[in-house]
């Protein structure tokens, strides 16, 4: 048997009513698997490809974001994503977060965000991690 991981996601976003709260159950959930937190500030935390922060008014949303290899992709993930009954909630486009991020969101029909991100030009070292059993 064979699995393949590290090809789907991108990230995840959870929204959070106590980011201190968070921090200290994520910091030491984390541990265990040796991951320690890559950044903070005061509403906001990460590690790995997890982030976290405040929401002024928490709701049961997840922001879930999807690797794309490129911009069109986005741009087919967006058109699908609409014909398909989601939400749109940020056409495809670059964003501020760092030189060459190029996403699109859509609410899915349970009002969760959904993203397709290419990060710009880059190279993996592997196609995904193999795991066999």
Do not use: C
């Amino acid at each position: 048997m064979e699995f393949h991981r590290g090809r789907l996601f991108d990230h995840v976003h959870l929204l959070v009513r106590d980011v201190e709260a968070s921090k200290r159950f994520y910091r030491s959930v984390l541990a265990v698997f040796g991951i320690p937190l890559g950044g903070e500030g005061a509403d906001w935390f990460w590690a790995d490809e997890l982030y976290i922060s405040r929401a002024d008014a928490p709701t049961q949303r997840v922001h879930l974001a999807f690797q794309a290899p490129d911009r069109e992709t986005v741009h087919r993930f967006h058109a699908a994503a609409l014909a398909a009954g989601g939400r749109d909630n940020g056409g495809p486009g670059e964003r501020h977060y760092h030189p060459g991020y190029f996403a699109a969101f859509v609410l899915d029909p349970d009002g969760n965000n959904i993203e397709a991100v290419h990060h710009g030009p880059s190279k993996r070292s592997a196609g995904s991690v193999v795991i066999t059993a």
